[in-house]
């Protein structure tokens, strides 16, 4: 089954106080298959973040349609879980006020959403922590919090805009490390925005490779890998490295645009 399609997208933003008009997106079309992960990649300021906002219902497209579960965006629903790069959470919340309060908003009883929420913290390894305030959190832990806040909701697509982005390389790795393993047990439909080729290319299923802007899909890449993933034993397979020297190129623009693999 089809989660998530975007077809056709355009958006022309224009510049409220100079009036300049800036074409972010040129024409992108996708889809995002049930279970799946698939990122989108590409420079800084090619669209990315428009993207996955006029996904999440936030901002308004020019021209195109994105499609979640069958019907067309128009606004923010709860279809769609984000992720926010800065965490947004609650301070004033528990660790466990924060996971469970979107259940909690859907009516769902205190004893099966507290059940939900600390299965899903166990997940994240959060565990130990559901009395904890945010503001006792670190950085990573914090962004765990955010990524078990969406999958307790179960939404039909997790929108993920870089979340690692703001922290320390070492962290980084140990939450890419655990964010595949939580898509390997619970398969949630994913669609991941980053910059950075070795993320992209370790967490994802397939990679849309888009061109600066205006976007548009220079390829659609299918990583071989095999899962379970794991870090080490991936970045050292062949078919890793083929991966990211082949969207290396398309990035780079030396290699033609080949059909589009969807
Ligand atoms: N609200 C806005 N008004 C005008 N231009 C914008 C607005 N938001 C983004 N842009 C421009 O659109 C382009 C794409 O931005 P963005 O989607 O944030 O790119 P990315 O996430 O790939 O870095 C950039 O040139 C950016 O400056
Ligand atoms: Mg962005």
Avoid at 36 to 44: D, K, Q, R
Avoid at 92 to 108: D, E, S
Avoid at 184 to 202: C, G, K, N, S, Y
Avoid at 205 to 230: A, C, K, M
Wanted: glycine share 10%; proline share 5%.
């Amino acid at each position: 089954m089809t989660a998530m399609v975007i077809d056709n997208l355009h958006k022309r933003y224009v510049d409220r106080y100079t009036g300049e008009e800036i074409v972010a997106i040129g024409d992108v079309s996708f889809s995002v298959h049930e279970g799946e992960f698939v990122s989108i990649l590409g420079p800084s300021g090619c669209g990315k973040t428009t993207v996955l906002n006029i996904v999440a219902g936030f901002i308004e497209k020019t021209r195109g349609t994105v499609t979640v579960g069958g019907t067309e965006v128009t606004a923010p629903g709860p279809d769609r879980g984000v992720v926010f790069q800065s965490h947004a959470l609650f301070p004033w919340k528990t660790v466990l006020g924060n996971v469970t309060f979107g259940l909690r908003m859907k009516g769902m009883d205190k004893a099966r959403r507290e059940q939900a929420g600390r299965d899903v913290l166990e997940l994240v390894g959060l565990s130990g922590f559901e009395r904890k305030y945010p503001h006792e959190l670190s950085g990573g832990m914090q962004q765990r919090l955010g990524v078990a806040r969406v999958l307790v909701n179960e939404p039909a697509v997790m929108l993920m805009d870089e979340p690692f982005a703001s922290i320390d390389a070492q962290t980084r790795r140990k939450l890419q490390q655990d964010l595949t393993a939580l898509f390997e047990l619970r398969r949630p439909t994913v669609f991941f925005v980053t910059h950075d080729i070795e993320e992209a290319v370790f967490l994802s299923d397939r990679v849309v490779v888009l061109s600066g802007r205006p976007s548009t899909v220079r390829d659609i890449v299918e990583v071989p890998l095999p899962r379970p993933r794991n870090w080490h034993a991936a970045v050292e397979s062949t078919d890793f490295r083929t991966t990211v020297t082949r969207i290396e190129s398309l990035l780079s623009g030396e290699e033609a645009h080949v059909g589009d693999g969807s």
